[in-house]
């Protein structure tokens, strides 16, 4: 239907709800017109330390990530789109001048202000706790359709919300970038 009419496709966080990512990729590069200009950008479900190491499940953040990881992958939700997707992207064939960045985005403001890279960095990783807030409070209806206990639910959130709000606790979401070009 939008074959070859579109100079830029541009996908943001979508992987929770895209079943099937390659296919997406194919749709993507169908509507670009030649030498159009397809981004994408995808977070990966872990937090990272502030030597980008996986928290894993040792703090409450963590848990709440793995468990909403859980819950989209019994949806069959590209769970797993972040880890890979500039090899997607160059699989498909038809894109050229692939790519790949990661951008590690602070939850919170925990840099120093010495510098006006860290100033820059705790404004960012302010706006991302409050987004990170809010995604908390937004994934309760999904974790708990998977079937975790409401009671264990509240007291994960709750504790979450906390360590995210913690300026003494450094997190990073990666958020992984690709560009590329169409042939």
């Keep these: 239907m939008y074959r070859g009419q579109f100079d830029v496709v541009n996908g943001r966080m979508i992987a929770m709800g895209i079943k099937d990512y390659k296919s997406l990729i194919s749709e993507s590069s169908a509507a670009l017109r030649s030498g159009g200009f397809l981004q994408l950008q995808e977070w990966d479900f872990f937090i990272v330390d502030a030597q980008k190491q996986v928290i894993g499940t040792d703090c409450w953040f963590g848990r709440w990530c793995a468990a909403l990881r859980q819950s989209l992958a019994i949806r069959n939700a590209s769970v797993n789109a972040a880890e890979g997707l500039d090899n ?57 359709g998977s079937g975790m206990n409401p009671e264990e639910y509240n007291k994960m959130e709750f504790n979450a919300t906390l360590e995210v709000q913690d300026e003494n606790i450094p997190m990073y979401l990666r958020l992984n970038c690709v560009t590329a070009r169409k042939l």
């Excluded at 120093?112 to 309760?140: C, P, Q, W, Y």
Aim: aromatic share 8%; glycine share 10%; charged share 20%.
């Design 88 to 144: 997607m992207i160059r699989s498909n064939g038809t894109f050229h001048d692939i790519q790949q960045q990661d951008v590690w985005m602070p939850v919170g403001p925990f840099l120093s202000e010495d510098t006006a890279e860290g100033r820059h960095l705790n404004l960012v990783g302010e706006f991302m706790r409050e987004n990170v807030k809010a995604f908390i409070n937004g994934g309760k209806t999904l974790i708990l």
